[in-house]
Nanobody, 122 residues
Framework: QVQLVESGGGLVQAGGSLRLSCAAS??????????GEWYRQAPGKQRELVAT???????TYADAAKGRFTISRDNTKNTLYLQMNNLKPEDTAVYYC??????????????WGQGTQVTVSS
């Protein structure tokens, strides 16, 4: 079992910044994290992909995130990050991290974080 624990959400004013973290862990000693992603879901809207990063640190972004958000990772710490700058009210949503992971060199499976609330006031 792999757990993804998110942190860093909160309430900020428009134009402000937040950094979200997503730490993966397991009681099993060996853990390998594959591609990591950040999603968000606002009330009344479908969940959307915000950013993706591979272990080689190849990144992709949704159009709404380009130029403002930066996804990164620390493979040693098995942690994903999402730096969000120049936040807008429309960025308000619950943000979820998702990653593929392999324990004890087994098959890769997908895991989701619990979500962290980001609220941007105008």
């Amino acid at each position: 079992q792999v757990q993804l624990v998110e942190s860093g959400g909160g309430l900020v004013q428009a134009g402000g910044s937040l950094r979200l973290s997503c730490a993966a862990s397991t009681r099993i000693f060996s853990l390998t994290i594959g591609t990591g992603e950040w999603y968000r879901q606002a009330p009344g809207k479908q969940r959307e992909l915000v950013a993706t990063i591979t272990r080689a640190e190849t990144t992709t972004y949704a159009d709404a995130a380009k130029g403002r958000f930066t996804i990164s990772r620390d493979n040693t710490k098995n942690t994903l990050y999402l730096q969000m700058n120049n936040l807008k009210p429309e960025d308000t949503a619950v943000y979820y991290c998702k990653t593929s992971a392999s324990t004890n060199y087994g098959p890769f499976r997908d895991y989701w974080g619990q979500g962290t609330q980001v609220t941007v006031s105008s």
